[in-house]
Nanobody, 124 residues
Framework: QVQLSESGGGLVETGGSLRLACSAS??????????MGWYRQAPGKEREMVAE???????NYADSVKGRFTISRDNAKNTAYLQMNSLKPEDTAAYLC????????????????WGQGTQVTVSS
């Protein structure tokens, strides 16, 4: 499977900014990442989609973050980013990276991977 590693979370005051990064890797075979996305999960709440980006650069955002967050990707680095501006306390959550992938082995393995998450905390 493709491994995902997230970074960039932390503690920030209301109105501040953070930039999250998600790097994808696989040992042994070439792979292609199709859609990459960021999800978040707060205590007592369901996991929700925050932002997604396709292989061709198309984007999709949750209404709650539209205009404040920007997702991007660098295919040469197999990395996706989430620029988070004008942060609010309601943005506090564990942010998880997701990627749909194809591994070019003999079986053309298709799957979905999740990162372990990076914590974002926005103080009032």
């Amino acid at each position: 499977q493709v491994q995902l590693s997230e970074s960039g979370g932390g503690l920030v005051e209301t109105g501040g900014s953070l930039r999250l990064a998600c790097s994808a890797s696989h040992s042994g075979n070439r792979f292609r990442i199709n859609t990459m996305g960021w999800y978040r999960q707060a205590p007592g709440k369901e996991r929700e989609m925050v932002a997604e980006i396709t292989n061709n650069g198309g984007t999709n955002y949750a209404d709650s973050v539209k205009g404040r967050f920007t997702i991007s990707r660098d295919n040469a680095k197999n990395t996706a980013y989430l620029q988070m501006n004008s942060l609010k306390p309601e943005d506090t959550a564990a942010y998880l990276c997701n990627a749909d992938y194809i591994i070019f082995n003999d079986n053309y393995e298709v799957g979905r991977s999740w990162g372990q998450g990076t914590q974002v905390t926005v103080s009032s």
